[in-house]
């Protein structure tokens, strides 16, 4: 239990140690590049089944310059979500993340993750993951691509293990569905997530707010989360920030973020 609270608690430890640095608080802050475009140095997988740095199939690589989440060694997907796990967490940032849908699904692909990937922030470590857990215990910029007809938005809500509040009611519906366009194709899309400690979380495409929600914690009904909470408080007000695998080709040509002042 001991080491389990360590390794929950030391992103926290770090982020503490970020807000000593005058210079990495500043809100005019030049944007930090999390992606070098070469390899996926400071970056680590965690995908269900394997244990955390185990990058089962090659799911998560560099190609063209981009980060590329691919299933060609795959067989079948055997419900082996992945998340790719930026080695510093954060409090207070902006995040800016370019991605676009490619290719086709695997075939035993969940039906709901047609299109679907998404950005996972104020999340736990995955050395703290279970071996066989799906998802981190997080906030999740949900990342949509359209049908050829219908709507359907982008840089929605998910919440695995958490709640928020919105309109000051605590929302415990696990998607909420956010006022974006469609998106279409293989078209590149850019999300920006402003994160505000435990305070505000604000989700952005082509600078237009389309989300907003507040005071995100943890969920005590959830497994997973109850894992964490016999230790640390409930509310969050930072963590990690990882990209997610859930079945269809995907690619992110630009993950890049900045401080703000708390």
Known sequence: MRNRLLLYLLPFLLLAIQSCRPERADPDAEWIQLFNGSDLAGWTAKISGYGVGENFGDTFRVVDRKIQVAYDNYESFDDRFGHLFYETPFSNYQLRVEYRFIGEQLA??????????????HGQSPETMGRDQDFPVSIEV?????????????ANLCTPGTHVVMDDDLVTTHCIDSASATYRGDQWVAVEVEVRGGEVITHSIDGESVLSYNQPQLDSTDVDAQALLADVPTMLTGGTISLQSESHPVEFRKVELRVLDE
């Open 142 to 154: 949900q990342l949509l691509g359209g049908r050829d007809t219908g709507e359907r938005s982008t």
């Open 108 to 121: 035993d692909g969940p039906g709901w993750a047609w299109r679907n990937s998404g950005i996972m922030v």
